[in-house]
C-alpha cells in the first residue's frame, strides 16, 4: 500500500526553523533584555522610593533639629552645674567648724584663767588645724593652774580628734598680783599651741599590715 506526504517538504522547513540555534539564542538574549529591564525598572522605582523617604526624614529631621540643638546646649549647662554643686557640696562637707572647738575651749575656762587673745589657722593642704591660746593663770600656784588648763584641753578637744598636741610656747610668771575670790594670787603668762588634723588617717589594720607585708617580700 503506498501512502503520499503532500505536506512533507513544509514539515521539514517547520522543523529546520524550530532547530536553528541563531533563533533559539535571540529568543534567549530577548527573554535575558526583558529580565534585565524588568530589574532596572523595579530598582528605579526602589531608589525614588528611598529618596522620597530620605527627604520626608531630611524634613522632619530639619524640624526638629534646633529643639535637639537646644537640648544638647541645656544638657551641657545642667551637666556643669551638677559638677558645681558637687564641688560646692565636697567642700561644704570638708570644711572645718570653729565654733564647736571654741565652745570646748570656753568649756575648760576656769575662774583662775583669763584668755587674752586666741589665733587659729587651717592648712588647705594637710587639713591641719592650729590653734594659739594666749591668756593668764592665777592662783597659789599659777603654773600649776595653767598646767590644769592645758590637761582640759588636751580631755576635751581630744575627744574628738584623738592625737591632738596641746604644748605650751610660753609659761612664765609675772610680778602682777591679781585678787581671786577676796585672795591676792600670783600670775602666770601662758600661751598653749593647739595642733591636730580634723580628719585623720585611719590607723592600718591587722590584715592591711599582713597585706603590705605580703607585697613587699
Not at 592625737?163 to 591679781?178: I, P, S
Amino acid at each position: 500500500m503506498l501512502r503520499l506526504n503532500l505536506l512533507h517538504e513544509e514539515i521539514a522547513e517547520q522543523r529546520q526553523r524550530q532547530r536553528d540555534p541563531l533563533k533559539l539564542t535571540i529568543y534567549v538574549g530577548i527573554g535575558i533584555a526583558a529580565l534585565f529591564a524588568l530589574n532596572y525598572l523595579w530598582t528605579g522605582y526602589r531608589v525614588l522610593n528611598i529618596k522620597s523617604q530620605l527627604a520626608s526624614v531630611e524634613r522632619d529631621w530639619s524640624k526638629i533639629e534646633p529643639k535637639v540643638t537646644a537640648a544638647q546646649k541645656r544638657a551641657g549647662e545642667l551637666n556643669a552645674i551638677i559638677g558645681t554643686t558637687k564641688t560646692l557640696d565636697g567642700i561644704m562637707e570638708s570644711r572645718f567648724y570653729w565654733a564647736p572647738l571654741l565652745a570646748k575651749v570656753a568649756d575648760c575656762v576656769t575662774p583662775n584663767v583669763q584668755l587674752t587673745s586666741i589665733d587659729g589657722s587651717a592648712e588647705d593642704e594637710s587639713r591641719g588645724i592650729s590653734l594659739v591660746i594666749d591668756g593668764l593663770a592665777a592662783g597659789s600656784e599659777p603654773r600649776a593652774v595653767a598646767e590644769d588648763f592645758r590637761q582640759m584641753l588636751l580631755e576635751q578637744i581630744g575627744k574628738d580628734h584623738p592625737g591632738m598636741k596641746a604644748e605650751f610656747k610660753t609659761l612664765e610668771d609675772l610680778d602682777t598680783v591679781l585678787r581671786v575670790s577676796g585672795n591676792n594670787a600670783g600670775t602666770a603668762h601662758f600661751v598653749v599651741a593647739i595642733e591636730f588634723n580634723p580628719s585623720p588617717i585611719p590607723a592600718p589594720t591587722p590584715q592591711t599590715r599582713r597585706s603590705r607585708s605580703k607585697k613587699d617580700e
